[in-house]
C-alpha cells in the first residue's frame, strides 16, 4: 500500500513595528542582551500588558496579503506552560479567536495553480531567547514581548517541494504587504513543519511529528524529506508512530527528539483578562485596505502586459525596493522595457557589489526617468545610457548637464556615420571579405570598430543600416 505524506506549516513572522506587542520598549534586533526591556517583558508581579493598536493594523494587512477572512471581534488568551524563556509563566496569545481564519497562498507546482489553505492566523507575543554556552544558558529578554503572528496551514501540502513553494510564495506577500522583513537568518521568520503518512486508499490521517524551528527555507526542504523516509521505514517495519515533537539536525542531516507532545489541553488555555475585547469594525478593515501595495502576483501580470521579459520580472520581484522604483518611473509615462532592464542590470549589480538598497544610492526617480526617455528616443546610444547611469547612481546630477559635462551627442548624420564606415571598410579589407563570404561575425567585428571610431556616439541604428547598405554595394 502506497504511503502518501500529508504535510502542514506553521510559521511565525515578527511584525515590523517601533516598540512591542503589550508594552513600549523597543522592538530591535541586535541590541545589548537585555536593554530593550522594561518590568512587564520580564514578567514582574503586578504588571499589566498595555495593547499597541499597530500590531493589529499589521495583522489586518497580513490577512490581506493571505487571502484571510477577519474576525470581527477578537480576544487574547493566556497559554500557560512552564520553560525558562517564559518568566510570566504563560504566553499571550489568541486561541479561539484569530484574528484571520480560512485564507490561501497560491502556490504553482508542475504548471498547474494549486491553493495552500490556510487555517488560522493568530497574534501573539514573543519569548526571551535562550542563548546556550557550555552547560550553561543564558536568557536574553529582548524578544520577550516582540509581536508574533502565527499563520497555520490546512493539512494539503504534499511534498517537500510544495512546502518550500509555499515558504516562498508567503515570505514575499509578507515582504511586499509590509508586515515584516522575513529575514530568516535573523529569525523574523520560522517555521514548524508537521509531518504525517497516511495509506493511498484512506482519507485518514496518520500520526503526525512536528518539527520545530526549522533555520532555513533549503532546510525545511531536508527536514521533511528525512521525516517522510524514516516514518515510511518505521511503518514498513511495523512500529508505531507516536505523536512527537523534534528538531533538525543541520550538520548531522536528521531530524532528532525533542519532547512527546503536549495537547492543547495542557496548555489550560483561557481569556487573557487584562486586555479588553477588540472590535474591528469595516471602517478600520477599509482604512487598512486603502494603504496595501500592489502585491506581487498583481505586478507579474502587470509587466508581463508591458512586454518585460520574464528573467527581469523575476529579479524585480525578488528586489521589492527595485520594484517600487520601477512603479514610481513609469508614472513619468517612459519605456518600461528599458527601465526594467537597466534597473536589473546595471543599477542591480551596482546595489549587490556595494551591498546596498537603491534608497542608499543617489539615484532619483526623474533623473532615471529622463535618462530611459534619451535611450528611447535614441538621443544618447544605451552604451551611453549606462555610463551616464553609473555617475547617476553614485554622484546625482541632472542628466542634461552631465551630457554637456561629458560632451555626449549622439552622431545621427548620415553622412557623418557613412564616412566612419568607409574609413573601417578601407582599414579592414579581410574582415571584409570575410563578411562577403558568409562570416557574420565579421559584421559584428566591423560595427565594434565604428563604434570606436565614434567614441561611441554614433547612432546604432543609423550605423547599421549604414555599414550594411555599404557592404552590399
Avoid at 227 to 256: A, F
Avoid at 259 to 281: A, L, W
Avoid at 382 to 399: F, Q, Y
Wanted: charged content about 30%; some cysteine; overall charge negative.
Amino acid at each position: 500500500m502506497a504511503l502518501i505524506p500529508t504535510i502542514g506549516i506553521e510559521v511565525h513572522v515578527e511584525l515590523k513595528t517601533k516598540s512591542k506587542v503589550f508594552s513600549p520598549s523597543l522592538n530591535a534586533y541586535g541590541e545589548i542582551a537585555n536593554s530593550k526591556t522594561n518590568v512587564s517583558d520580564l514578567g514582574y508581579p503586578g504588571t499589566l500588558p498595555t495593547l499597541n493598536k499597530k500590531v493589529i493594523d499589521l495583522a489586518i494587512k497580513a490577512c490581506f496579503a493571505t487571502n484571510c477572512h477577519i474576525t470581527p471581534k477578537i480576544y487574547f488568551d493566556r497559554k500557560n506552560y512552564f520553560y525558562p524563556d517564559l518568566s510570566k509563566g504563560y504566553q499571550i496569545t489568541q486561541a479561539a479567536t484569530p484574528i484571520g481564519y480560512d485564507g490561501y497562498i497560491e502556490i504553482e507546482v508542475n504548471g498547474k495553480v494549486k491553493k495552500i489553505g490556510i487555517e488560522r492566523l493568530h497574534i501573539e507575543e514573543d519569548t526571551s531567547k535562550s542563548i546556550h554556552e557550555g552547560d550553561s544558558t543564558l536568557l536574553d529578554f529582548n524578544r520577550a514581548g516582540v509581536p508574533l503572528i502565527e499563520i497555520v496551514t490546512k493539512p494539503v501540502i504534499e511534498s517537500a517541494e510544495e512546502a518550500v513553494l509555499y515558504l516562498e510564495k508567503l515570505r514575499e506577500v509578507l515582504l511586499y504587504a509590509g508586515v515584516s522583513d522575513v529575514k530568516i537568518e535573523e529569525g523574523s521568520m520560522r517555521c514548524d513543519a508537521n509531518v504525517s503518512l497516511r495509506e493511498s486508499d484512506s482519507d485518514v490521517l496518520g500520526v503526525k511529528t512536528e518539527i520545530k524551528n526549522i533555520g532555513s527555507i533549503s532546510s525545511v526542504k531536508a527536514a521533511i524529506n528525512y521525516e517522510i523516509d524514516h516514518q515510511k521505514q518505521m511503518l514498513e517495519k511495523g512500529e508505531k508512530i507516536t505523536v512527537q515533537t523534534k528538531r533538525y539536525d543541520e550538520k548531522r542531516e536528521m531530524t532528532i527528539l525533542m519532547r512527546t507532545k503536549e495537547s492543547n489541553t495542557d496548555y489550560r488555555y483561557f481569556p487573557e483578562p487584562d486586555i479588553p475585547y477588540i472590535y474591528i469594525d469595516e471602517y478600520w478593515i477599509n482604512d487598512i485596505k486603502e494603504q496595501m501595495p500592489i502585491m506581487p502576483d498583481k505586478l507579474r501580470g502587470k509587466y508581463k502586459t508591458l512586454s518585460i521579459s520574464d528573467v527581469a520580472i523575476n529579479a524585480l520581484i525578488a528586489h521589492k525596493e527595485l520594484t517600487f522604483f520601477l512603479e514610481k518611473v513609469m508614472d513619468k509615462k517612459v519605456n518600461p522595457v528599458i527601465s526594467a532592464n537597466l534597473l536589473t542590470g546595471d543599477v542591480l549589480m551596482f546595489l549587490n557589489k556595494h551591498n546596498i538598497t537603491i534608497d542608499e544610492t543617489k539615484l532619483a526617480v526623474d533623473n532615471f526617468a529622463s535618462l530611459v526617455n534619451l535611450i528611447d528616443t535614441g538621443e544618447i546610444s544605451s552604451k551611453m545610457g549606462r555610463e551616464l547611469l553609473s555617475d547617476l547612481i553614485t554622484d546625482g546630477g541632472n542628466v542634461e548637464e552631465l551630457l554637456k559635462t561629458k560632451g555626449m551627442k549622439l552622431i545621427s548624420d548620415e553622412e557623418t556615420i557613412k564616412k566612419l564606415i568607409e574609413e573601417v571598410i578601407s582599414d579592414n579589407v579581410e574582415v571584409v571579405n570575410d563578411y562577403k563570404n558568409g562570416n557574420e561575425r565579421a559584421f559584428k567585428y566591423l560595427i565594434g570598430q565604428a563604434m570606436k571610431k565614434s567614441r561611441g556616439q554614433a547612432n546604432p541604428k543609423i550605423l547599421n543600416e549604414s555599414l550594411l547598405r555599404e557592404l552590399n554595394k
